[in-house]
């Protein structure tokens, strides 16, 4: 079966505080992908990130990091020095080809909502 | 930049009536697709297509059809209209085969009364 589990589903913190968010992934496919989605406010998806089963290496971008552990089947985002911007929810998914086929179906967690105070 | 629009934000419409959601991309890409979101329930898959008069059933299809009779755009229609049916409807498309990330439109928040 094909899961995607985000365990926290509210997360609050003071602004400049570092804070992580968990994702936990199940399939058996050896080929996949994982994404990490923010939905702000006003309600629209916004990509963060894309990292293949191949690539294990962990992707830092500005204040972001991703650590990506097979071995533990997580995938973790990792907002350092947050910000009110910085509030939303945040969802992360999952792509294999094993569901929905070749046509790039995804499967969301059901996303942690992140508030930032000033 | 992908763009990704739908036709409304907000709609507010009567039970029984047939409603129809409309989902424009300009990036050229393949695959078009339809979720549905709820509190507690996250997003959840109701229809997608992969080429032009192509459809497939998520998740949830049941209450919904869709069309797509050009490339870029993807209708999702609520035959007869339900009050469960009040949700965040959001569009998105990606390109080909091959693990490329979805990208959404903005979402219509739909109330049936």
């Known amino acids: 079966a094909q899961k995607v589990t985000q365990a926290q589903t509210e997360i609050s913190v003071v602004e400049k505080e570092d804070v992580t968010l968990d994702c936990v992934y199940e399939?058996?496919?050896?080929?996949?992908?994982l994404f990490w989605y923010k939905q702000p406010p006003s309600g629209e998806l916004v990509f963060l990130i894309r990292?293949?089963?191949?690539?294990?290496q962990n992707e830092i971008s500005g204040r972001y990091s991703w650590n990506f552990q097979k071995s533990t089947s997580s995938f973790n985002f990792t907002i350092t020095a947050s910000q009110v911007v910085d509030s939303a929810v945040y969802f992360c998914?999952?792509?294999?080809?094993?569901?929905?086929?070749?046509?790039?179906?995804?499967?969301f967690g059901k996303g942690t909502k992140l508030s930032v105070k000033p | 930049d992908v763009k990704v629009t739908q036709s409304s934000r907000y709609l507010v419409k009567r039970t029984g009536e047939k409603v129809f959601l409309e989902c424009v991309q300009d990036?050229?890409?393949?695959?078009m697709f339809w979720y549905r979101q709820d509190p507690g329930l996250g997003l959840r898959l109701i229809y997608f297509?992969?080429?032009?008069?192509?459809?497939e059933k998520g998740d949830i299809p049941e209450g919904y059809s869709v069309s797509r009779e050009k490339k870029e755009r993807f209708s999702l229609i609520l035959e007869s209209a339900s009050t469960n049916q009040t949700s965040m409807y959001l569009c998105?498309?990606?390109?080909?085969?091959?693990?490329?990330?979805?990208?959404f439109g903005p979402g219509t928040r739909l109330t049936v009364t």
């Open positions: 297509s992969y080429d032009v008069k192509m459809k």
């Open positions: 990036m050229d890409h393949e695959n």
């Open positions: 990292r293949n089963s191949f690539d294990e």
């Open positions: 998914a999952l792509r294999s080809n094993n569901y929905g086929g070749s046509q790039g179906n995804l499967i």
């Open positions: 399939t058996r496919d050896t080929t996949y992908y």
């Open positions: 998105a498309s990606s390109p080909g085969t091959g693990g490329w990330e979805q990208y």
